[in-house]
């Protein structure tokens, strides 16, 4: 996120040295920008702007496609905060995002910590951890998943030995839902590769100043290496904690489309998905999704607040 | 220094084959645990049905084929042929479409002082945080009433007007870390600004522009909410659709086939992958951390 906050126009590029001269330059400069970014600017008023009006004002209407919305006023969120099946979906996220999120976020850490020393092979690891990333978003992975968590199935079997029975991960309501956690879990390739390039970034000197003053491992660890990749932990938990409040692909294959059993895994796309397109109630599934814009706001809100106290930016030091 | 080596240099370069050792067998470790699942699929592709879920035998002890030929005969009259030529359409054009409008859209942030731009790139980057659920509605009924239901449009029309805020934002950070010299000596030449870009800057461009493309195959590839909102017509499913439709119809009578097509479905993933990789690993690192 560091880039985000600098990125827009560096200072040393105001002033570009080209000869864009007076008025008429500037002119065409802005025109030619518009041009340029003309597509941008169709899809964010058409395809953004647009549809995010429209879905306020659906918010607060009936609306079931085929007849015109109707104004209903508050009547959207009233019913929605007091449906039992709401309050489940919301449990059921809240402890996705809380269990999944840190324990990837360690996982991506631990691996990438591995991979920074330099050692044979290391780009092969680096690509194998990587591949989960990219196929695991995949409706296939979905089926292996349930395949591998399923009654008598690989992990059930697996647990039999340490003497748990719970008859398989998948028609479990208490575990089911860890099935989905173990598959974002798996998926830690995209955060350790940030963390990764972090690592790369932080100065050997500090190191070899603190060995000298005989600090261990742990506090190295814990006095430079956690401080200096701490606007990249930042990027990750964002990032991370955003994807896992919208999970929806993996909830609804694994858990047989109807992200059962008894509402397990629930998440709460998937019963705004149920909402909007199974039960047409558009202007339902409408003020979920505001509801679900303004917690994810309020995430990136808190987070963004408590970086001041754990985010150290280099500027900030000099 | 190079004096006393003999005699000390001894423990350090044992002590460091041990730890060589200690890492390797740790990377390894993590290494059987990722990709146990991958292996296990590929194993039970060619495991008889009702071994799949039963056998803890990661491979075959008899390798069958018929889960594969079984595929041939396709999952209630449409081939499997259809659902990958469909997929292949969407991730063709989405490739197309998020190359081409990302291109000229990150150029103008990068490269064009116009009024408004940081405005617009905040409100770009913005675009990234917003729950995308949010759209879904107001997106399908505005497609419903255009009458695009059960086409591709909707799926790549937003490739086209580059809403991936992601690949925008990554090939800005590119093409900012571009020598300023060479667009202004394009400048002083006479290049006006689609010559820059065309012969310039999109050139020097390609491992963001390649990084894009990959992942919008993949994406596109992967991607099940989608089609599962916009597509009705079987002949139209993309292989994800395909695949729940497989379940559907075949169950768990038929789990070989179905294991089978999983993996034959995640075969353009993984070639794309093991490709491309050094591009997609890098791009994504640096994508994230550029100043």
């Known amino acids: 996120m560091t880039l985000v906050k600098e990125a827009p126009a560096r200072p040393a590029q105001k002033r570009s040295a080209a000869p864009v001269a007076g008025r008429r330059g500037r002119r065409r400069e ?23 009006i429209a879905s306020l004002y659906y918010a607060f209407t009936s609306y079931n496609l085929f007849t015109p919305p109707k104004w209903v006023g508050l009547d959207n969120f009233t019913t929605m905060f007091q449906d039992p099946r709401w309050q489940k979906s919301v449990e059921v996220t809240l402890k996705y995002v809380v269990v999944a999120t840190p324990l990837k976020l360690l996982l991506a850490l631990g691996v990438a910590l591995l991979l920074a020393q330099k050692r044979r092979g290391q780009a092969l690891y680096r690509a194998a951890f990587y591949m989960p990333s990219l196929i695991g978003a995949s409706v296939s992975v979905g089926f292996v998943w349930r395949a591998l968590f399923s009654d008598g199935a690989v992990v059930d079997r697996t647990q039999k030995v340490f003497g748990l029975d719970v008859g398989g991960w998948i028609g479990n309501p208490d575990y089911v839902l860890y099935a989905l956690v173990a598959l974002s879990i798996w998926q830690f390739g995209a955060p350790m590769v940030i963390f990764l390039a972090g690592l790369k970034q932080v100065p050997q000197e500090l190191y070899e ?16 290496t956690l401080p200096m990749i701490s606007p990249v932990l930042f990027f990750n938990v964002l990032l991370e904690s955003i994807h896992a409040f919208q999970v929806f692909g993996s909830a609804y294959v694994v858990s047989d489309t109807r992200c059962g059993p008894a509402d ?28 679900l814009v303004i917690a994810v706001a309020l995430v990136t809100a808190v987070l963004f607040w408590s970086q001041k106290k754990w985010v150290h930016y280099e500027e900030a030091a000099k | 220094m190079t004096s006393v080596t003999s005699p000390v240099a001894h423990a350090p370069n044992e002590r460091r084959r041990l730890g060589a050792l200690v890492w390797h067998v740790g990377a390894l470790l993590v290494l059987a645990v990722v990709l146990y699942p991958v292996i296990w699929v590929l194993g039970a592709s060619f495991k008889p049905s009702k071994d799949i879920i039963a056998s803890l035998d990661l491979l075959p002890t008899k390798p069958v084929w018929a889960n594969f030929s079984g595929l041939a005969d396709g999952i209630s009259g449409i081939s499997i042929g259809s659902f990958f030529s469909n997929s292949l359409m969407y991730a063709g054009l989405a490739v197309v479409g998020v190359v081409i409008s990302s ?42 009433n255009l009458g695009y239901i059960d086409t591709l449009v909707p799926l790549v029309a937003g490739k086209f007007l580059a809403t991936e ?3 925008v934002f990554l090939m800005v950070q590119f093409m900012r870390g571009l020598p300023r010299e060479l667009d202004e000596a394009a400048k002083l030449d006479g ?11 999109l050139p020097l461009s390609r491992p963001a522009i390649i990084t894009s493309a990959i992942f919008t195959f993949i994406n596109a590839w992967n991607d099940f909410m989608g089609p599962l909102i916009y597509l009705n ?31 034959v479905a995640l075969v353009p993933v993984v ?19 550029k100043g």
């Open chain 2, 191 to 201: 290049c006006g600004h689609l010559r820059t870009y065309w012969s310039i800057v």
């Open chain 1, 209 to 224: 100043a603190a060995e000298m003053d005989g600090a261990g491992p742990f506090r190295r660890f814990w006095n430079i």
């Open chain 1, 264 to 291: 397990a895994t629930l998440v709460y796309t998937c019963y705004l998905y149920q909402k909007g397109f199974k039960e047409a109630q558009m202007g339902f599934a409408s003020a979920m999704a505001w509801t």
């Open chain 2, 233 to 263: 017509t079987p002949s139209k499913y993309t292989v994800s659709l395909g695949l729940m439709m497989f379940r559907d119809q075949e169950g768990i009578s038929n789990y070989g086939s179905m294991i089978a097509m999983s993996l």
């Open chain 2, 165 to 167: 805020a992601f690949f």
């Open chain 2, 103 to 144: 291109s000229l859209t990150a150029y103008a942030f990068a490269k064009i002082q116009f009024a408004g731009r940081n405005l617009l790139f905040t409100l770009m980057i913005g675009t990234l945080l917003l729950p995308y659920h949010v759209l879904l509605i107001p997106q399908y009924v505005l497609f419903r």
């Open chain 1, 30 to 52: 802005n025109l030619a920008g518009y041009l340029f970014m003309s597509p941008w600017i169709a899809g964010f008023l058409l395809l953004t702007a647009g549809p995010m």
């Open chain 2, 271 to 289: 070639a794309f992958f093991m490709a491309f990789q050094r591009y997609l690993i890098d791009g994504m690192a640096t994508s994230g951390l």
